[in-house]
């Protein structure tokens, strides 16, 4: 199985300031016929199911704020928050659909400071 | 719009099974996988497996092999996943995800089920 890790496990970031997660995968999850890396950013809040920010790594969803990115290749990944709002505050996790069985990292939560 | 539903909480006993279902609407059944993910309290999203909703073919995670079943109903757009030899460890949220269009990601999701194994 493809083990996914994320760092840090929280941080506290102050209103318009920036926030970076990092993913790292056991094995490269960039398949090379297509040079697509096959992973996958959500962002889960209270009482709500996963959203999907980013895939492919680094392809923003519709309708997601411009203020989320994502960047990184292989095994080694990041998203980055431009400038923290309010609404921003929940758990970020990587996901890799390489292979199966499809794994997650632990998540990473997001709080004001 | 794409709406997943899913049936409400359960308490079980252990050594019970379980049985949740997740109702579509909003676009055609056939043309998507659908994919089972829980997350227990305090521990990261775990995928469980999945079907393709055209033709019922499924794939689960050797985690659950043997003792999690997943079908479905294209006559009412609806998704099911039975869970067996339930155990306190069982405890969780559960989700139905649709795959999208272009990979193996999940969007969107059900709004979850809880599953709670006491005795």
């Known amino acids: 199985d493809i083990v996914m890790t994320q760092s840090p496990d929280s941080l506290a970031v102050s209103l318009g300031e920036r926030a970076t997660i990092n993913c790292k995968s056991s094995q490269s999850v960039l398949y090379s016929s297509n040079n697509k890396n096959y992973l996958v950013w959500y962002q889960l809040k209270p009482g709500q199911p996963p959203k999907v920010l980013i895939y492919w790594a680094s392809t923003r969803e519709s309708g997601v704020p411009d203020r989320f990115s994502g960047s990184g290749s292989g095994t080694d990944f990041n998203l980055t928050i431009s400038s923290l709002q309010a609404e921003d505050v929940a758990v970020y996790y990587c996901q890799q659909y390489y292979d199966t069985p499809f794994t997650f990292g632990p998540g990473t939560r997001v709080d004001i400071k | 719009q794409v709406q997943l539903v899913q049936s409400g909480a359960e308490v079980k006993k252990p050594g019970a099974s379980v049985k949740v279902s997740c109702k579509t609407s909003?676009?055609?059944?056939?043309?998507?996988?659908m994919h089972w993910v829980r997350q227990a309290p305090g521990q990261r999203l775990e995928w469980m497996g999945w079907?393709?909703?055209?033709?019922?073919?499924?794939k689960y995670s050797q985690k659950f092999q043997g003792r999690v079943t997943i079908t479905r109903d294209t006559s009412a757009n609806t998704a099911y996943m039975e869970l067996s030899s339930l155990r306190s460890e069982d405890t969780a949220v559960y989700y139905c995800a649709r795959g999208s269009t272009g990979g193996n990601w999940f969007d969107p999701w059900g709004q979850g089920t809880l599953v709670t194994v006491s005795s």
């Open positions: 079907i393709n909703a055209g033709n019922g073919d499924t």
């Open positions: 909003g676009y055609t059944f056939t043309t998507y996988a």
